[in-house]
């Protein structure tokens, strides 16, 4: 940057010097307008003597432009990131995973996951929000690291997440949603007296084949009640629309 701006400097003030030489070699060439050598050097001194302090001012002045500008984009990208990724855990907000999942369902089936943590609660109250801060992270890293191509995931809000899966059919989809919960339940989140909280997860699954994304939500919202119910810390995948009912819906 600092040999950019020289050069930026040197140029600007070789332009006037001899902007102004040629000048004052012109006036020379006036019809009685006699000019000594000595004049002529003086006007270039002169030229020097004020483009170079300007050339510089200038050359700073860009360069600060350049940096304010670098600066602002870098905070449109921040912002646009925190728009969109929950800070906390890394994963996409509710709205952009909500959007995301939609027009996924839009270019084919798949299955959705609902994810809760189970007494979250009772951990934040025990070990303040701190710790279950801390359940959050891991359990968002969790999440992450069993995703694949083409999985989307995201917060949904508080202690609850979701995943979007393009499956092959409903085995695979509860396939994974329990090696999610596994890896859950052999997460070990230190407190900051020393202690341990082994967090675990209760998780919906449900086909969006014949559904709306309102319709699927509520499905799977519904198998994961159904896994609270049954003791928590299990998944619980809703029946898949019949075949028939998918197309009398598609047709209608």
């Keep these: 940057m600092k040999s ?50 300007v050339c510089i001012v200038l050359s700073r002045q860009q360069a600060r432009i350049s940096a304010l500008h670098e600066e602002l984009a870098q905070a449109f990208k921040r912002l646009e990131r925190s728009a969109r990724v929950d800070g906390m855990t890394g994963l ?36 303040g929000h701190g710790v279950g801060d801390r359940v959050l992270v891991a359990i968002g890293d969790a999440i992450q690291s069993n995703l694949r191509a083409g999985d989307l995931c995201g917060r949904l809000g508080g202690e609850e997440f979701g995943l979007f899966l393009h499956a092959r059919n409903g085995r695979e989809a509860h396939a994974a949603a329990e090696r ?29 084949r014949g559904l709306t994304l309102a319709e699927v939500m ?30 009398r819906l598609v047709t209608a």
């Design 92 to 127: 996409t907000h509710r709205d952009v995973f909500l959007e995301m999942t939609r027009d996924a369902m839009a270019d084919r089936d798949g299955w959705l996951i609902v994810a809760d943590v189970d007494h979250f609660k009772q951990i934040n109250d025990a070990f």
């Design 4 to 53: 950019h701006g020289f050069r930026h400097v040197a140029a600007g003030t070789g332009l006037a010097v001899a902007a102004t030489s040629l000048l004052l070699a012109v006036a020379a060439l006036v019809p009685g307008f006699a000019m000594p050598v000595q004049l002529i050097v003086v006007g270039m001194i002169v030229a020097l003597a004020v483009s170079a302090p």
């Design 180 to 208: 999610l919960r596994r890896t859950v339940a052999e997460l070990v989140v230190t407190t900051f007296a020393g202690g341990k909280v082994v967090p675990t997860l209760s998780l919906g699954v449900a086909a969006t």
């Design 218 to 247: 509520r499905v799977a919202d519904e198998a994961l009640y159904d896994a609270k119910r049954q003791g928590r810390n299990r998944t619980v995948s809703a029946p898949e629309p019949a075949m028939d009912q998918h197309l």
